[in-house]
């Protein structure tokens, strides 16, 4: 469902807002005071307040069932309606916020209890999370992390047949703001044959898309390729912090353990799959030599329109920094045109073997660095590996993060043509 891109709002700091016009309206779970916990919709600097409309009667039919289920305390129920409630709710809310609704004088009468300012309200994990997995769908940076280890065979044979990934710890998703605890662990130092224990010496973020599941499937049914994307509630952004010292001397035989589990912080607010679908485009082309995908994971419509054109972006801001009074610096800029794999080619791959997903499962995309310095989501890679440095303004080097360190990630969606529309931010700062 596009909405027009002349379309603006009575809430007026929605017209022209860098992430939350009236074009996006996306869902999460908010409080203010002592208030309880309950849905909202972003729509510019304020939270509309699902429950306050619902009590007012701004709601019927579709859209009121739809809304009931996203004024709770999680999204989970709403995420299992699909794309049939998330339709009715984005349909009536366009309508309800449009600067020319045919409530907007009763609207704007009940403004204080149906608006609440962003700034003064606090921002919750959108849904609980079941099960999390995180995938390893940016080529550049598997092929970037690869030449570090196997220089000469960056990329193992499976990459280009599988939509590699591994289970995570949901128990440890915080949202947006939260501190990072520097995590504890097993290192094995540079020659040296016993291991030692200790603070993570070598940590790092990754620039990542939430992938959120809508309707999930029984278990021991798949979900097939065409229809993947009606399982697709919508996205987010994610940090999957990473101790690279520790994950060096755990990940073989079976791959991440203690040093991605720690912390995997999220951005608070879920742009549906209906607000992005002005930004769909084809998946890039794969390059010449590379295998077909197997037929399981090849749909035409897929190809044609499964990917989407997000610009992502990473910065850093120091202790140092904002003693200083310094704005953050941007690291690097990349977009999801770097997956390999489309979100739904990772969604079938991960139920194909008869695996249950559920309303509020997470996936993350993994690492999207593109191809040249500036693009690269991880400091791993900036620094390669930590032989070289990241100059700061303040005159700060960093090779991997410290103390104090705030790590902020921002995505936006544009188009000719279009409103753009973003993600809001996704913050942490690490704390010893």
Same mark, same amino acid.
């Given at each position: 469902m596009n909405t027009p891109a002349h379309s603006r709002s009575w809430v007026t700091s929605a017209n022209g807002h860098a992430d939350f016009p009236l074009q996006n309206l996306p869902l999460g779970v908010f409080s203010r005071g002592d208030s309880a916990r309950r849905g909202g919709v972003a729509i510019g600097d304020s939270i509309f307040d699902l429950q306050a409309a619902l009590a007012a009667g701004f709601f019927n039919g579709a859209a009121r069932g739809a809304a009931e289920a996203a004024s709770r305390d999680?999204?989970?129920?709403?995420?299992?309606?699909?794309?049939?409630?998330?339709?009715a709710l984005r349909s009536e809310l366009l309508h309800l916020l449009d600067e020319h609704s045919p409530q907007r004088a009763r609207l704007q009468a009940s403004s204080k209890l149906l608006l609440h300012p962003m700034s003064e309200c606090q921002l919750h994990m959108p849904a609980r999370v079941g099960d999390y997995?995180?995938?390893?769908?940016?080529?550049h940076h598997a092929m970037n992390v690869g030449k570090l280890f196997r220089p000469?065979?960056?990329?193992?044979?499976?990459?280009?047949?599988v939509p590699i990934a591994y289970h995570g710890r949901a128990s440890t998703?915080?949202?947006?703001?939260?501190?990072?605890?520097?995590?504890?662990?097993?290192?094995?130092?540079?020659?040296?044959?016993?291991?030692?224990?200790? !603070?993570?010496?070598?940590?790092?973020?990754? +620039?990542?898309?939430?992938?959120?599941?809508? $309707?999930?499937? @029984?278990? &021991?049914? =798949?979900?097939?390729?065409?229809?993947?994307?009606?399982?697709?509630?919508?996205?987010?952004?994610?940090?999957?912090?990473?101790?690279?010292?520790?994950?060096?001397?755990?990940?073989?035989?079976?791959?991440?353990?203690?040093?991605?589990?720690?912390?995997?912080?999220?951005? !608070?607010?879920?742009?549906?799959?209906?607000? +992005?679908?002005?930004?769909?485009?084809?998946? $890039?082309?794969? @390059?010449? &030599?590379? =295998?077909?995908?197997?037929?399981?994971?090849?749909?035409e419509a897929d190809q044609q329109g499964g990917a989407l054109d997000i610009e992502l972006e990473v910065l850093l801001l120091t202790r140092?920094?904002?003693?200083?009074?310094?704005?953050?610096?941007?690291?690097?800029?990349?977009?999801?045109?770097?997956?390999?794999?489309?979100?739904?080619?990772?969604?079938?791959?991960?139920?194909?073997?008869?695996?249950?997903?559920?309303?509020?499962?997470?996936?993350?995309t993994g690492t999207l660095s593109g191809p040249q310095?500036?693009?690269f989501g991880s400091l791993?890679?900036?620094?390669?590996?930590?032989?070289?440095?990241?100059?700061?303004?303040?005159?700060?080097?960093?090779?991997?993060?410290?103390?104090?360190?705030?790590?902020?990630?921002?995505?936006?969606c544009q188009r000719e043509g279009q409103v753009s529309i973003g993600f809001g931010e996704c913050r942490g700062v690490v704390v010893g």
């Amino acid at each position: 469902m596009n909405t027009p891109a002349h379309s603006r709002s009575w809430v007026t700091s929605a017209n022209g807002h860098a992430d939350f016009p009236l074009q996006n309206l996306p869902l999460g779970v908010f409080s203010r005071g002592d208030s309880a916990r309950r849905g909202g919709v972003a729509i510019g600097d304020s939270i509309f307040d699902l429950q306050a409309a619902l009590a007012a009667g701004f709601f019927n039919g579709a859209a009121r069932g739809a809304a009931e289920a996203a004024s709770r305390d999680q999204l989970n129920d709403f995420f299992a309606l699909g794309a049939h409630g998330r339709r009715a709710l984005r349909s009536e809310l366009l309508h309800l916020l449009d600067e020319h609704s045919p409530q907007r004088a009763r609207l704007q009468a009940s403004s204080k209890l149906l608006l609440h300012p962003m700034s003064e309200c606090q921002l919750h994990m959108p849904a609980r999370v079941g099960d999390y997995t995180d995938f390893y769908v940016g080529i550049h940076h598997a092929m970037n992390v690869g030449k570090l280890f196997r220089p000469d065979n960056p990329l193992l044979p499976n990459y280009k047949y599988v939509p590699i990934a591994y289970h995570g710890r949901a128990s440890t998703l915080c949202v947006s703001g939260s501190p990072v605890k520097r995590p504890d662990g097993q290192t094995l130092p540079p020659d040296q044959d016993v291991p030692q224990f200790g !603070p993570c010496k070598r940590l790092d973020y990754e +620039l990542e898309m939430g992938v959120w599941v809508g $309707p999930g499937n @029984p278990d &021991g049914e =798949p979900i097939g390729i065409a229809d993947a994307q009606q399982h697709i509630a919508g996205l987010c952004l994610l940090n999957d912090w990473s101790a690279r010292d520790l994950q060096a001397w755990e990940y073989q035989p079976l791959g991440p353990f203690l040093s991605k589990s720690f912390a995997t912080t999220l951005s !608070p607010w879920v742009v549906t799959a209906e607000a +992005l679908a002005p930004f769909r485009c084809p998946q $890039p082309a794969r @390059p010449e &030599g590379d =295998p077909q995908p197997l037929p399981y994971l090849l749909d035409e419509a897929d190809q044609q329109g499964g990917a989407l054109d997000i610009e992502l972006e990473v910065l850093l801001l120091t202790r140092q920094m904002k003693a200083q009074g310094l704005p953050a610096q941007v690291l690097a800029r990349s977009n999801t045109l770097n997956m390999y794999w489309t979100v739904a080619q990772m969604l079938t791959h991960h139920s194909v073997n008869g695996c249950k997903l559920q309303p509020g499962d997470l996936f993350g995309t993994g690492t999207l660095s593109g191809p040249q310095p500036g693009q690269f989501g991880s400091l791993l890679e900036m620094t390669e590996g930590g032989k070289h440095t990241v100059e700061l303004p303040s005159g700060e080097v960093r090779r991997f993060l410290e103390d104090g360190d705030e790590v902020i990630l921002r995505a936006r969606c544009q188009r000719e043509g279009q409103v753009s529309i973003g993600f809001g931010e996704c913050r942490g700062v690490v704390v010893g």
